[in-house]
Nanobody, 119 residues
Framework: QVQLVESGGGLVQPGVSLRLPCAAS????????MTWYRQAPGKEREFVSAIISAGGSTSDADSVKGRFTISRDNAKNTVYLQMNSLKPEDTDVYYCNAHHDYVPRLNYWGQGTQVTVSS
């Protein structure tokens, strides 16, 4: 059974940092590209950051460039989203996604973790 479990969310003040881990099980983690998305109530889910299966190459949304960093530890089957200088507009539910490098139908989502940035 495939599971992606996000954690690390919470209520924080503007300007602080959070790190969101997403732990994967039931998949061969090293052949999955990993992506973070976020979604606010009533809005479409939006891309945040992505990292290729081998690590190293990443892509970030313009809204988070320079503040958020995605990384992965294939030995721990975990992807991370380091979020610095958080802003109220970063308030969302954050989801991780696993997408197999070669089999498009192998695409999995976590349950999400709420991040609220408010003073």
């Amino acid at each position: 059974q495939v599971q992606l479990v996000e954690s690390g969310g919470g209520l924080v003040q503007p300007g602080v940092s959070l790190r969101l881990p997403c732990a994967a099980s039931g998949i061969t983690f090293s052949v999955y590209a990993m992506t973070w998305y976020r979604q606010a109530p009533g809005k479409e889910r939006e891309f945040v950051s992505a990292i290729i299966s081998a690590g190293g190459s990443t892509s970030d949304a313009d809204s988070v460039k320079g503040r958020f960093t995605i990384s992965r530890d294939n030995a721990k089957n975990t992807v991370y989203l380091q979020m610095n200088s958080l802003k109220p507009e970063d308030t969302d539910v954050y989801y991780c996604n696993a997408h197999h490098d070669y089999v498009p139908r192998l695409n999995y989502w976590g349950q999400g973790t709420q991040v609220t940035v408010s003073s």
